[in-house]
């Protein structure tokens, strides 16, 4: 059990039998009348993200959950399948619990796998993966400083921003957070 004193970014407690992430909170003190919090929490398996004020000595339930490291295996139709590299069980996870993160996966990628009452509700990529441009436009010829970016796409489909400079079939590094292009890589 939690108090309104522990409420912090990322604590994960259960409400109402669903499990919940701080997302945002801000405590509140009143020249009259209790102390509050006031939180926004997000819904670990539909995404949905809710406004909740919790006054002092109000109690929070811990959410029983689980992280174990699970490699990325193959898609199958619109699911994802991932093995858990201590006991090689395999766990499938739809399109929804896997989100945008479907653009990052690349076979035998490592993730965290979060379960919630033993089913799996949701992954955390790395923070950064290597990719392959399959595809971008020539750039143009001496027109290395000025910083700007051309489309290109991914080996997964996904299209993304990089420089000039990048050329189809070179390798770079890929912030999963954002998107964003980091840097080339060499293979």
Not at 18 to 28: A, L, N, S, W
Not at 64 to 84: A, C, I, R, S, W
Request: proline share 4%; net charge negative.
């Amino acid at each position: 059990m939690y108090e309104t004193s522990d409420i912090r970014k990322g604590l994960k407690v259960t409400m109402d039998g669903k499990p919940f992430i701080v997302v945002d909170f801000q405590h509140v003190k009143p020249g009259k009348g209790r102390a509050f919090t006031r939180t926004k929490l997000k819904n670990l398996i539909s995404g949905a993200v809710l406004e909740r004020t919790f006054f002092t000595g109000d109690k929070l339930e811990s959410a029983e959950l689980e992280e174990h490291t699970m490699q990325y295996l193959y898609p199958e139709g619109d699911k994802f399948v991932f093995m858990n590299t201590e006991n090689y069980e395999q766990v499938t996870l739809d399109g929804e619990q896997v989100g945008d993160a479907k653009d990052f996966l690349l076979d035998n990628l490592e993730v965290q796998v979060l379960f919630y009452e033993g089913r799996p509700i949701s992954i955390t990529l790395p923070t950064f993966v290597e990719m392959q441009i399959t595809h971008c436009e020539p750039g143009i010829r001496g027109d290395t400083a000025s910083g700007t970016t051309k489309p290109a796409t991914l080996s997964t489909g996904r299209a993304i921003q990089v420089p000039l400079f990048v050329e189809d079939g070179e390798w770079v590094r890929i912030d999963t957070r954002n998107g964003d292009y980091v840097e080339r890589v060499k293979r």
